[in-house]
């Protein structure tokens, strides 16, 4: 049974999904480097194209829950679009985050610029990586990939307490620069957060491959018969 | 082409609507009470009736009913449920070339079985004779009628822990019930007609007889002799024979075919 | 109440033709279990081996251990003994034209010789409620044909007929796949009751009846059965890929 419309409909999400996904990465990209390179422009861009982010989760939504009304998906379809439904509101609210990011990084930058005991840029690194992986993990299927990016978290995780304990010190030892301590303590802030979405995407992934349920760290990512991944969903060229 | 087809149905029909005109012409005037109660007179006076063989032919497709439905009916089954096979196939050859079979020559076998054994003739003769003739037909219009019903009724009845044969009597055949009937209806008035088949069998009577063992008149055998007479009044008396014989059997079929229509459900 | 069945190694045969290879299968009492898969796997000739109705097919054979609560299908009860106690609800509802709604319910009883008129009254008015059509057609129970009425009034006297004998375990192939969306719902809802009392094994093409009906479902293919677990598993993260292809329509 070939079920051409379904197929062009379940193409259609993916790839509607990895275009919102590309976007809020690069926002995400784009406040970072603002931020490292005191950038208005770059943060500019990352307002302005909020709006093209939360048009994409609503256009997303509407045709999942099209599919879901009309076409009865099962088993690994089914997992596929509840999959999508989620990684699509933790990609809204990575681009919520960027925004966030941007606009700390505005304020920033009217302050006078100073030399403060944080790597922001690396925690950035690494985050951006993490929301990159997971991304990958989507469109190839692979469980593994979404794995490596959950185990990752922990090491965000531990660059966000060293950085609120070294920004507090900061900023009883130099109360002149307590703003912009602030300012960069909110920053990683707002990047933890985005490591906590793209964890959540990650786990989401696992949920449509393997069918198993690791949120809140419950359960080893092994699915029954040892499948590891899903071929990307039906890739087949129909015309356009 | 409706027109040809009105056309056609036209030819088919009117020589049966010129047959019975004819006959009610010709006989209904010479029915009269007498006809319908009094035996034949003694050659050559005018008056009596056919009261006798009405009442004989009555009594002999009787006898013939009597062996020839249920032998046809269970013929039927066999070849319906039975008989999908090289066996089946044998019966419904054998089957068929008995339809063919002249009636004559079939009164001769019944004469030969029954008549020479019991040295005389009788109702019980012709009775033998019509029901060889009816068995065939009855046979095959049951059949195809079984046939007809759809195999999930008898799977129904299966399912149910019926058996086979209780299925076929009381499902399949009960189903098919009005079919059958037809097919009964059919080969009565086909033998009601009959007169061959009883000229040496039943061979006629001029006086009432209703023991089985006896020769006994019947309304066939009646106007046969009488259209080849001589005389003007018995000619007369074949009409009207030939009248109430068709009327007769019309009306046999007829109240037959009511009764079971009443007996039909809503719907069914 | 129902029984549980037991199919051990069983394998099916027309002629020389192989329809069911080696299936081994445990359906649990009071329960409802699907059985699903394209059309010619065998899952229709597995059930009316369930009920030696498959034996009604000239040169089929069967081997192989099939156990219906205590008693042995194959070694030990006649067939029409054991199909008393299973009963059978087809594809297309077949009732008795000729017969009333009441007689049609009363066949399975009636035909058995069971005659007591009160009792039989009696029979009939529970299976008729038990199939949920007794309120629509109290009024004409002796009046009108079992094929006077509707579609899935027919079903449903087919199986209130099934019901009067007091089976325990019910079959039902293809119940649904000749009637409307409104029918095929009120027969669901009856399964739904019915699995209180009954055991029941429901073919069907349509995957989501299964999901909805049934709390176990077994997915056959080409003569063979590929899994069987809980309803919810086989549809939303069955074991085998095969499975997995039927289920989201890849084949089919």
């Given at each position: 049974m070939v079920r051409t419309r379904f197929q062009q409909q379940m193409e259609e999400l993916r790839e509607k999904l990895l275009r919102m996904g590309g976007m809020a990465e690069l926002a995400v990209d784009r406040a970072c480097q603002g931020y490292t390179e005191r950038d208005l422009h770059r943060c500019q861009l990352v307002l302005e194209n909020e709006s093209l982010i939360n048009a994409a989760e609503r256009e997303i939504d509407e045709l999942a829950f099209d599919i879901l009304a009309t076409q009865q998906p099962a088993a690994v379809d089914l997992r596929f679009i509840l999959a999508v439904t989620k990684i699509n509101a933790d990609l809204e609210r990575v681009g919520d985050q960027a925004v966030n990011i941007a606009e700390r990084v505005m304020d920033m930058i009217e302050l006078p610029s100073v030399d403060l005991p944080v790597d922001i840029a690396r925690m950035a690194t690494a985050v951006s990586a993490m929301v990159r992986r997971a991304l990958e993990s989507f469109v190839e299927g692979k469980a593994e990939l979404a794995q490596a990016v959950l185990e990752m978290d922990h090491v965000v995780d531990r660059m966000r307490d060293e950085a609120f304990i070294t920004l507090v010190r900061t900023m009883n030892e130099q109360p002149q620069n307590t703003q912009q301590a602030l300012d960069a303590l909110l920053v990683a802030r707002n990047l933890e957060r985005v490591a906590d979405h793209a964890t959540n995407i990650s786990e989401d992934v696992i949920f449509w491959v393997l069918g198993a349920d690791v949120r809140h760290h419950a359960g080893a990512a092994n699915g029954p018969n040892n499948m590891t991944s899903v071929p990307a969903p039906r890739t087949e060229s129909t015309g356009t | 082409m409706t027109g040809v087809a009105i056309l056609t149905v036209v030819i088919v029909l009117a020589p049966l609507v010129a047959i019975f005109g004819y006959l009610c012409y010709k006989g209904i005037g010479s029915i009269n009470i007498a006809f319908l109660t009094q035996t034949p007179k003694p050659v050559g006076e005018v008056g009596g009736g056919m009261a006798n063989a009405i009442v004989g032919s009555a009594f002999i497709l009787a006898i013939a009913s009597l062996m020839g439905v249920p032998m046809g009916i269970g013929a039927g089954i066999f070849l319906s449920e039975y008989g999908r096979n090289r066996y089946g196939d044998a019966v419904r050859f054998v089957s068929d070339v008995l339809n063919g079979v002249p009636s004559i020559v079939i009164g001769i076998v019944a004469y030969g079985l029954v008549v020479i054994r019991q040295k005389h003739f009788s109702a019980l003769a012709g009775g033998v004779a019509l029901a060889i003739m009816m068995v065939p037909t009855i046979a095959r219009t049951t059949e195809q009628m079984l046939l007809l019903v759809p195999q999930a009724i008898r799977e129904a009845a299966y399912g149910l822990g019926v058996s086979r044969w209780r299925t076929t009597l009381s499902i399949t055949l009960r189903t098919a019930t009005s079919g059958v009937i037809t097919g009964v209806m059919l080969a009565f008035a086909r033998v009601a007609g009959e007169t061959a088949p009883l000229l040496f069998t039943a061979f006629g009577n001029q006086f009432w007889n209703l023991k089985p063992d006896q020769p006994t008149a019947a309304l066939s055998l009646q106007i046969y002799t009488y259209a080849l007479s001589p005389f003007d009044d018995w000619h007369r008396q074949a009409w009207a024979g030939s009248f109430v014989l068709i009327v007769l059997i019309v009306g046999a079929v007829a109240a037959v075919r009511y009764v079971v229509r009443r007996g039909r459900l809503a719907g069914a | 109440m129902g029984v549980g069945i037991t199919v051990e190694r069983l394998n099916a045969f027309y002629g020389k033709t192989q329809a069911l290879f080696d299936i081994n299968i445990n359906v649990l009492a009071n329960h409802a279990t699907a059985l699903i898969g394209p059309s010619g796997c065998g899952k229709s000739t597995f059930i009316r081996c369930l009920n030696r109705m498959h034996e009604t097919i000239p040169e089929s054979r069967v081997e192989g251990n099939v156990r219906i609560g205590e008693f042995n299908v194959y070694n030990g009860t006649s067939a029409t003994?054991?199909?008393?106690?299973?009963?059978?609800?087809?594809?297309?509802?077949?009732?008795?034209?000729?017969?009333?709604?009441?007689?049609?319910?009363?066949?399975?009883?009636?035909?058995?010789?069971?005659?007591?008129?009160?009792?039989?009254?009696?029979?009939?008015?529970?299976?008729?409620?038990?199939?949920?059509?007794?309120?629509?057609?109290?009024?004409?129970?002796?009046?009108?044909?079992?094929?006077?009425?509707?579609?899935?009034?027919?079903?449903?006297?087919?199986?209130?007929?099934?019901?009067?004998?007091?089976?325990?375990?019910?079959?039902?192939?293809?119940?649904?796949?000749?009637?409307?969306?409104?029918?095929?719902?009120?027969?669901?809802?009856?399964?739904?009751?019915?699995?209180?009392?009954?055991?029941?094994?429901?073919?069907?093409?349509?995957?989501?009846?299964?999901?909805?009906?049934?709390?176990?479902?077994?997915?056959?293919?080409?003569?063979?059965?590929?899994?069987?677990?809980?309803?919810?598993?086989?549809?939303?993260?069955?074991?085998?890929?095969?499975?997995?292809?039927?289920?989201?329509?890849?084949?089919?």
């Open positions: - | - | 003994e054991l199909r008393r106690r299973v009963g059978m609800v087809f594809q297309k509802p077949n009732p008795f034209p000729t017969m009333s709604i009441y007689d049609n319910v009363a066949a399975g009883l009636k035909l058995n010789g069971f005659r007591n008129r009160k009792k039989v009254d009696e029979v009939v008015e529970k299976s008729l409620r038990s199939s949920a059509l007794f309120e629509e057609v109290k009024d004409s129970l002796h009046k009108k044909s079992g094929a006077s009425l509707s579609g899935g009034q027919q079903q449903r006297l087919c199986i209130a007929r099934a019901l009067a004998v007091q089976p325990e375990v019910l079959l039902m192939d293809e119940p649904c796949s000749a009637l409307d969306p409104i029918s095929t719902g009120k027969i669901e809802e009856l399964i739904f009751q019915l699995k209180e009392q009954y055991t029941i094994v429901i073919v069907t093409h349509n995957m989501q009846q299964a999901a909805r009906v049934a709390e176990f479902t077994g997915f056959f293919l080409l003569g063979k059965m590929i899994e069987f677990d809980k309803t919810e598993k086989v549809f939303t993260n069955p074991s085998d890929k095969r499975t997995e292809d039927y289920v989201t329509g890849r084949f089919g």
